[in-house]
């Protein structure tokens, strides 16, 4: 049942705008450190957040600049203020119409002003810790599910219709008499 509610958590809408953070991180693995960045047996997932607004985020094949910059292309409005971090993938963002500001996490800092990946990083933690420490651990193939549903309750983090409601609405179900 839960595997058929989270799969009908995907959100659509507006293109972001203003401020924007862009972030990969990768989910799962059976160890830590192995690999070019701890990378072995983990599942990419790009994540794009509008600061003070929605998350959008994609489990993807691999975090090269195309898979990258096709994510923002289709989540962000050109013109709008990109925050990254300095990875290579990212470099093509101003040929495309977008304000790119980088943070230098290889050295060691995380934020200049209003450069920074914060917001991002945030999320990202918070997704981690459902993985690792609610469900103990998800196959690649249900991660999108999994990453929808943190993605919406992020996305919904305000409301002030109760959680368990939205998603209800969301599924198309109601609680009835």
């Not at 994609?58 to 013109?79: A, N, Y």
């Not at 469900?135 to 368990?164: C, I, W």
């Amino acid at each position: 049942m839960f595997k058929m509610i989270r799969s009908r958590l995907e959100e659509d809408g507006d293109p972001f705008s203003g401020d924007v953070e862009a972030d990969e991180t990768f989910v799962g693995g059976q160890r830590k450190g192995q690999g070019e960045h701890g990378t072995v047996g983990k599942t990419p997932v790009v994540g794009v957040v509008q600061r003070k607004g929605r998350v959008k985020a994609v489990v993807v094949p691999d975090t090269k600049g195309k898979t990258l910059t096709d994510i923002v292309q289709s989540t962000v409005e050109r013109g709008a203020n990109v925050h990254t971090d300095e990875w290579q993938g990212y470099s093509q963002l101003p040929a495309l119409g977008y304000n790119h500001y980088t943070i230098l996490h290889r050295s060691k800092i995380y934020a200049m002003g209003n450069v920074h990946t914060q917001t991002i990083e945030g999320f990202w933690a918070m997704v981690k810790n459902a993985v690792n420490g609610v469900h103990h651990g998800v196959a690649t193939k249900y991660l999108q599910n999994y990453v929808n549903e943190y993605s919406f309750r992020y996305n919904h983090r305000s409301d002030v219709t109760p959680m368990f409601q939205s998603i209800l609405h969301r599924v198309g179900m109601s609680l009835g008499d």
